[in-house]
C-alpha cells in the first residue's frame, strides 16, 4: 500500500514524539495497532507485531507504570532512559519509514532522535520540579497525564497522523518557548550584582 509522505511524517512525529515520553507504551501500541488492525497500516508497521516486541513493551510498561509513582525513583528511571528513549524514537521514526535511502533514513532517525530526546528532557526536568515540591501528588497527576498524553498522541498518529504532526510541531514550539524563557530567567539571575 502507498502512502502519502505527509502522512507518514505526521506518524512518524507522532511516534518518535511520543516515545521520548513513554517508549515502551508507544511501541506497544504500535505492536497492538498492527497485530490487531486497528486502523490501515503500511506493511513496515507490521515490524512491531511480534509476540516478544509486544510482550517486552507492555512488561516494561507496567515497570515505568510503577516507578513513575514513586518520587526519586521516577526522575532515576528517567535518567537511565536517556539515551534509550531518543535511540528508541530515532528506530520508530526509520522502521515508520518504510523503504528509503541511507540518507533519508539517517536524517529521519536522526529527526526522530531529536524529538524523542526533547520530549525526554521536557518530561525528566519537570519531574525534578515535582520531586522537589513537598505535597505527594504531582508525581501521580503528571504520571497519569503522561499517559493519557501518550495513548491520545499514538491514536491520533494512527488515525489522524496530520493532526498528530501539528500537535507535534506545537509541542515543539512550546518546548523551546519554555526553554528560552527559562535560560533568559538564569541569565538574568546570574548577571545582577551581588547584594
Do not use: C
Amino acid at each position: 500500500m502507498l502512502t502519502n509522505p505527509l502522512i507518514t511524517l505526521g506518524r512518524t512525529l507522532g511516534f518518535s514524539f511520543a516515545a521520548g515520553v513513554d517508549l515502551y507504551a508507544t511501541v506497544a501500541i504500535l505492536g497492538l495497532a498492527s497485530r490487531y488492525g486497528w486502523v490501515r497500516l503500511p506493511p513496515q508497521f507490521q515490524v512491531f507485531d511480534n509476540n516478544w516486541i509486544i510482550g517486552i513493551a507492555l512488561a516494561l510498561y507496567v515497570l515505568e507504570f510503577i516507578a513513575d509513582k514513586i518520587p526519586w525513583v521516577d526522575s532515576a528511571w528517567d535518567a537511565m532512559h536517556t539515551v534509550i528513549r531518543p535511540l528508541g524514537g530515532a528506530l520508530i521514526a526509520i522502521a515508520t519509514l518504510g523503504h528509503a535511502s541511507p540518507a533519508v533514513e539517517t536524517a529521519v532517525g536522526l529527526l526522530g532522535g531529536a524529538l524523542a530526546a526533547s520530549s525526554h528532557f521536557t518530561k525528566a526536568s519537570a519531574r525534578v520540579m515535582a520531586n522537589a515540591s513537598p505535597e505527594p501528588f504531582s508525581n501521580w497527576i503528571l504520571s497519569f497525564t503522561e499517559v493519557g498524553f501518550v495513548i491520545g498522541l499514538g491514536f491520533l498518529a494512527l488515525t489522524h497522523p496530520l493532526a498528530a504532526g501539528v500537535v507535534v510541531l506545537l509541542a515543539v514550539a512550546a518546548i523551546a518557548t519554555f526553554a528560552h524563557w527559562i535560560f533568559r530567567a538564569l541569565r538574568g539571575a546570574f548577571r545582577r550584582p551581588a547584594n
